[in-house]
Structures are given as structure tokens and as C-alpha cells.
């Protein structure tokens, strides 16, 4: 029995590229994809290794806050009840595709393998932290807003 290609619909796929929702989507790729250019080309010439272990923990603990300020403004003009689901599209957001550039740029360029996650434990924090604290501000604002329409 011959394999049949599945056929696609060319014009659902421009429309569906044509969507709010993926436009939204697509900027948010490559907003992050900006940041991590920008954060590279900081860190150059040995992505912050020149650094020290106390700059680099003051640094991240510097650099958090605006990240979440970003998370915590787009969860509370989300659409209600929304926050916790766009706290982890966030937390997706922001680790997965930087932990694939860390990798492409770390683990495979410069040949650390996955052991950059250690050697570079100031970008791992990144891959871990998104997780614990934007779905924990996505569902606050949505507690805060239930509690809020119930004292109104």
C-alpha cells in the first residue's frame, strides 16, 4: 500500500499566519530571540565566564525583576481567569527557546555538551526559576481578581 502525503489547505495556513493569535505568538519568539542576542553580545568575549560568581549572582538577581514586571503586567491585562495560562505560555517563552540557544551556542559550539549547564549556571537558573515563579503570579492576579469581583 502506497503512502499518501497528507494534503494541506495553503490558504488556511496563510490565514492562520495572518492570525492575531500567531502574530502575537511570533512576536513574542522574537522578542526572546532579541534578548538572548543582546545578552550574548554583553556577555562577549567569554559569555560573562570573565565575570565573577558575585557579579554574576548580583546580575541575575538584577535582571529578574523586569522579567517579571513584563510577566505580571501581561498576566494582569490578560482576559480573565487567563493569568495562570499566560504565566506558563511565559515560563515556555522564555526557557525553552533560550535553552536551546544556550545549547546550539554553548553545548555545541563552544563543545561543553550539556555540562555548560553548570558551567554556565547563571543562564540555568533561567531555564528553572520562569517555572516556579510566572505561574505562581499568573494564578495570584487570578485569586486576586476572583476576590475582587466577589468584594464588588
Known amino acids: ?89 511565559l515560563s515556555s517563552y522564555i526557557t525553552i527557546p533560550l535553552f536551546i540557544y544556550d545549547l546550539i551556542y554553548c553545548g555545541f559550539y563552544l563543545g561543553y555538551g550539556t555540562s555548560f549547564l553548570w558551567k554556565y549556571w547563571y543562564v540555568t537558573v533561567y531555564y528553572i526559576v520562569p517555572w516556579m515563579v510566572f505561574p505562581l503570579t499568573g494564578w495570584w492576579i487570578d485569586k486576586r481578581n476572583k476576590i475582587s469581583a466577589l468584594n464588588a
Open 1 to 89: 500500500m502506497a503512502y499518501t502525503y497528507p494534503q494541506y489547505d495553503i490558504n488556511a495556513i496563510f490565514e492562520m499566519m495572518n492570525s492575531k493569535r500567531f502574530k502575537k505568538h511570533l512576536r513574542l519568539l522574537l522578542g526572546v530571540t532579541f534578548a538572548w542576542i543582546l545578552f550574548w553580545i554583553v556577555g562577549l568575549p567569554d559569555y560573562y565566564q570573565q565575570y565573577s560568581t558575585k557579579f554574576m549572582v548580583i546580575f541575575d538577581i538584577l535582571i529578574f525583576p523586569p522579567i517579571w514586571f513584563i510577566v505580571y503586567f501581561s498576566a494582569k491585562h490578560a482576559q480573565q481567569n487567563r493569568g495562570l495560562s499566560v504565566g506558563l505560555w
